[in-house]
C-alpha cells in the first residue's frame, strides 16, 4: 500500500503530474466560475441588444417616413417657382394641361404619394389635380362626408405649418387615408395655398414592412388622439393596440402584458406632425433561437473541457506524438497548457508554428493590398479630375489611403494623347509610359498619372510650390517623356488652381488645348493661357478655345466651369459691341454648341429649352436661358455618363456575364469580339473591377456556383459544370480552399 501511495505521489509531482495539476488549478476552475458569470452578462447583454435592435428599426421607420415628407416638403418648395402651376395659368383653358403635366411630375417625384391637389385661398371651393379643376368637396365624398360647407373645407386644408391629416379617421370610423399639407408660400414668405399630397397606403404599409425583422416584431403609426393609422405585425396585437387606451398605455410603459405573454415596447414622437411611432416586440421569440443556441454551446464547453482534462493526462504521457495532436491541444486550451521542462519542448514547436502561419498569412494580406491600392488609385485620380470629389476633407482621406501625396500650393493637369498620328489607337508606347508616369518627382513638384482610357489620353495632375514654375515643370516633364519613349507626343497643359478640389478645371482648359492642338501646326507644349484667336477685321469674333472649353465642361458634366464660360462667352460678344442683328447671329452660335452636344447624348429637355430660347432679343436675354440648358446636359452626363468608356464597360461587362461559362472564354476572344488590343482590355479590366481578368472570371464563377447551390437542389457535379469548370474532383477542392467548407457543407449551411 505504501508503494502505491508512494508511486501516486510521485505521478502528482513528476512534470506530468504538475502540467495536469497547473491546468486544472490555473485555467479549469477560473474558468468554470467566469463561464457562469459571462452566462449571466451575455443574457442581460442581448436583452439590451433586443432593445437596442428594436428602437434602431423604429428610428429606420421614423427616418424613411419623415425623409419622404421632407421630399414633399421641397417639391411643394418647388412649386410657386413653377409659372406653369401660378393660378393665372392653370386658370387659363390653354395652359391648364401644361399645369396638369407639371403637377404629374411632382407626382412621380414623391414615392409615397398617390395624387396632388392644390388649393389656392382665392379659389378656396377647388381644386387643382393632375385630372384638372374639380370642387373640393370631391375630396371628402370617398370618406363618406358631403355635409361639409365650402368655407369648412378651406379651413381643413388652410395651414402655415406642413401638417398630416387623416380625414376619414377625424370625420368616419375607416382610417385608412392620410393627407400631407404644405403651404404654398411666396417670394415674401406669405401663404397663398396649400399642397394636398394623399399618402398611398401601400407605401406606408412598405415602409412598416421594411423596418420591422419577423413576427417577433410589430410597428405601429399612431396619430395624437392614441389611434392607430397604419400597422404591420399579427392580428392579435393590432386588435389590441385598436384601443386607444392601450396604446397610451404602451407609450408609457417599457413592457406589456397580452394574452398572457410579455412584451417589449419603444416609442418615438414627432409632435410636429402629431405621430408616434411604435414598436412591440416578443422577446420570448426573439430570443428563443439565442437561447437554444446559448444552451448548446455552454453544454458544448463543458463538455469538451471534461474530455480535454483527460486528454491532458494521457497526451502528457506521450509528449512526443505528432505534431498534429500538439496543434488540437493548442487549439482547445488556447496554449494554456503547464510549462515543465517536458512541456516547454512543445511549447516552443507551437509559438513557432502559430508565428509562422501569422505572418503567412499577414504576407499575403499585404501582398493583396499592395495589388489592390494601384486601381484604387486609379479610382480615386479619376473621380478627381472628374470634379466628382468636392469635400477637401474626404479628398485628403481618399489620397492618404492610396498614397497618394499631392501637397503644394499651385496645382495644375497637363494631358498627353497616345493617339498614333492618323489612327484610331494607342502607341506602341503608350504602356512604356504610364508605367513611367504613374509617379513623377522633381525639383519643386510631385505628379501622378492617370488614363483616360476612352479618349486615348493620359492626365498628370501635379502639384508645386512656386507660382512661376509651371512651365519649367511641363518643359522636364515633356523631355523626360521624349527621351524615354522616343516620341513626340501631344501634350496641353491648363491653367494652374490654387485648391486640389478645383484641378478638374485645369483638366478641362488642358483637354481643350490639346483639341485645340489638333489645328495648329506642330508644337511641343500647348498652354491654355497661350492659344491665340484668329483676328477678325469687320466681323464677328468667335473664340474657339473658349468653345473648346465649354464643350469638355459638358463632357465632363462640370457644370461651375460651364457656366463660367457661357458667362464669358457672353462677355466676348458684348465686348465686341455688335449690332442687334450681329447678337442674333453671335447668340445662335452659342446657342448651335449646346444644341449639338444636347443632340449628341440625346437631351430632350434640353433640346426643349433651347427651342424655347431660339426666341431671343439680346444676349442679355440669351444668357440665363444657356445656362439652364448646361445645367440639365451637366446633370445628365453625371446621372447617366454616355462617353465611350461607359458605354464600353456596360457591353463589356455584360457580355462576360452571359459568357461567362463559355470553355473558349478568354481574355483574347474578348479583345476580338470587340475589336480592342489585349493589352488596352487587360487595362480596363482591371481598373473597372480592381481585378485581373482571370481573377474577375472566377470570382464569377464562384459567385454563380454559390448562388445556384443555395436557390436548386440540382447535383453539384451539374452546377459545376455548367459554370466552365469540367474537372468536378479538382474545383471541389479548390472551392474547399478559397470558401472552407466543401459545395455540399455550403449548401447545407446557406438552405
Known amino acids: 500500500m505504501k508503494k502505491i501511495i508512494g508511486q501516486i505521489k510521485q505521478a502528482c509531482f513528476s512534470g506530468l503530474g504538475r502540467s495536469v495539476g497547473s491546468y486544472l488549478l490555473v485555467f479549469l476552475v477560473p474558468f468554470l466560475i467566469v463561464s457562469g458569470i459571462w452566462f449571466k452578462t451575455s443574457k442581460d447583454s442581448i436583452n439590451q441588444q433586443l432593445e437596442l435592435s428594436a428602437r434602431n428599426h423604429l428610428l429606420q421607420l421614423q427616418s424613411s417616413f419623415e425623409n419622404n415628407l421632407m421630399q414633399l416638403n421641397d417639391l411643394s418648395h418647388q412649386i410657386p417657382h413653377d409659372n406653369k402651376l401660378s393660378l393665372k395659368m392653370i386658370s387659363h383653358p390653354y395652359y391648364t394641361l401644361e399645369g396638369q403635366q407639371s403637377l404629374r411630375k411632382n407626382r412621380l417625384e414623391g414615392s409615397i404619394v398617390d395624387e396632388v391637389f392644390l388649393m389656392y385661398y382665392e379659389k378656396p371651393d377647388m381644386l387643382f389635380s393632375t385630372s384638372g379643376w374639380l370642387n373640393t368637396e370631391l375630396l371628402l365624398k370617398s370618406s363618406g362626408k358631403n355635409n361639409f360647407s365650402a368655407g369648412e373645407i378651406a379651413q381643413l386644408l388652410t395651414t402655415d405649418v ?18 400631407y399639407l404644405v403651404p404654398l408660400q411666396n417670394a415674401d414668405q406669405v401663404s397663398y395655398g396649400t399642397a394636398v399630397y394623399a399618402i398611398k397606403e401601400s407605401s406606408i404599409q412598405k415602409l412598416l414592412d421594411q423596418s420591422s425583422y419577423g413576427e417577433e416584431s410589430t410597428n405601429y403609426l399612431v396619430n395624437e388622439q392614441n389611434q392607430v393609422l397604419s400597422s404591420t405585425g399579427n392580428r392579435e396585437l393590432l386588435s389590441y393596440m385598436n384601443n386607444p387606451d392601450n396604446v397610451a398605455q404602451a407609450k408609457q410603459e417599457k413592457t406589456l402584458t397580452i394574452s398572457g405573454h410579455r412584451f417589449m415596447t419603444q416609442q418615438l414622437e414627432n ?7 411604435i414598436g412591440v416586440v416578443n422577446p420570448d421569440k426573439a430570443l428563443a433561437t439565442i437561447n437554444r443556441v446559448q444552451q448548446k454551446f455552454l453544454y458544448f464547453i463543458l463538455g469538451t473541457l471534461l474530455l480535454g482534462s483527460v486528454l491532458v493526462f494521457v497526451l502528457g504521457r ?13 487549439e482547445e486550451y488556447d496554449d494554456e497548457n503547464a510549462e515543465t521542462h517536458v512541456s516547454g519542448e512543445r511549447s516552443g514547436i507551437q509559438v513557432h508554428e502559430r508565428v509562422s502561419r501569422f505572418l503567412n498569412e499577414n504576407k499575403e494580406l499585404h ?46 493637369t497637363m494631358t498627353i494623347s497616345t493617339r498614333e498620328k492618323g489612327l484610331n489607337e494607342f502607341s506602341q508606347q503608350h504602356d512604356v509610359l504610364m508605367e513611367y508616369l504613374q509617379m513623377v518627382r522633381g525639383t519643386g513638384f510631385v505628379g501622378y498619372a492617370t488614363e483616360v482610357l476612352s479618349t486615348q489620353v493620359i492626365a498628370i495632375l501635379v502639384a508645386y ?6 512651365k519649367r515643370i511641363s518643359e522636364a516633364l515633356y523631355n523626360d517623356t521624349f527621351d524615354l519613349v522616343g516620341l513626340r507626343p501631344t501634350i496641353a497643359a491648363g491653367n494652374p488652381v490654387k485648391h486640389l478640389a478645383e484641378i478638374n478645371r485645369s483638366f478641362i482648359e488642358s483637354l481643350a488645348a490639346l483639341e485645340h492642338s489638333f489645328t495648329m501646326k506642330e508644337q511641343a507644349i500647348v498652354y491654355y493661357d497661350e492659344l491665340k484667336e484668329e483676328p477678325v477685321t469687320g ?12 464643350i469638355q465642361s459638358l463632357t465632363q458634366g462640370d457644370f461651375d466651369v460651364a457656366g463660367e464660360t457661357i458667362h464669358r462667352l457672353i462677355e466676348n460678344g458684348l465686348d465686341q459691341q455688335l449690332t442687334a442683328g450681329a447678337q442674333k447671329i453671335y447668340g445662335f452660335y452659342l446657342l448651335n454648341i449646346l444644341t449639338k452636344f444636347a443632340s449628341d447624348i440625346q437631351s430632350c429637355p434640353a433640346l426643349t429649352t433651347a427651342e424655347e430660347a431660339a426666341d431671343f432679343h439680346s444676349l442679355y436675354d440669351l444668357e440665363p436661358q444657356l445656362l439652364e440648358i448646361a445645367k440639365v446636359l451637366c446633370a445628365l452626363v453625371q446621372s447617366k455618363p454616355q462617353n465611350q468608356e461607359s458605354q464600353l464597360k456596360q457591353e463589356l461587362f455584360a457580355f462576360i456575364q452571359d459568357n461567362y461559362a463559355s470553355s473558349q472564354l478568354s481574355l483574347e476572344m474578348v479583345a476580338e469580339e470587340f475589336q480592342l488590343s489585349v493589352s488596352y482590355l487587360s487595362r480596363f479590366i482591371k481598373k473597372e473591377s480592381g481585378m485581373t481578368f482571370s481573377k474577375y472570371i472566377q470570382e464569377l464563377r464562384m459567385e454563380k456556383i454559390k448562388q445556384a447551390l443555395i436557390d436548386s437542389d440540382r447535383p453539384i457535379k451539374d452546377i459545376i459544370r455548367e459554370a466552365g469548370y469540367y474537372d468536378v474532383s479538382n474545383y471541389t477542392r479548390k472551392f474547399r480552399t478559397l470558401v472552407g467548407v466543401t459545395p455540399g457543407q455550403f449548401r447545407t449551411l446557406n438552405k
Open 162 to 179: 406642413p401638417k398630416l391629416i387623416n380625414l376619414e379617421d377625424e370625420y368616419t370610423e375607416s382610417h385608412n387615408r392620410m393627407y
Open 271 to 277: 409632435t410636429g406632425l402629431g405621430l408616434s411611432y
Open 318 to 330: 506521450y509528449n512526443y506524438r505528432p505534431i498534429q495532436r500538439l496543434e488540437q491541444l493548442m
Open 367 to 412: 501582398e493583396e493590398i499592395q495589388r489592390q491600392t494601384p486601381h484604387a488609385r486609379e479610382q480615386v485620380l479619376r473621380k478627381l479630375i472628374g470634379g466628382r470629389i468636392k469635400d477637401e476633407e474626404q479628398l485628403v482621406v481618399l489620397l492618404d489611403s492610396v498614397h497618394v501625396q499631392l501637397k503644394g500650393k499651385y496645382y495644375f
Open 465 to 470: 510650390e512656386e507660382e512661376t514654375e509651371m
Open 539 to 550: 466681323g464677328i469674333s468667335y473664340p474657339d478655345s473658349q468653345k473648346m472649353k465649354l
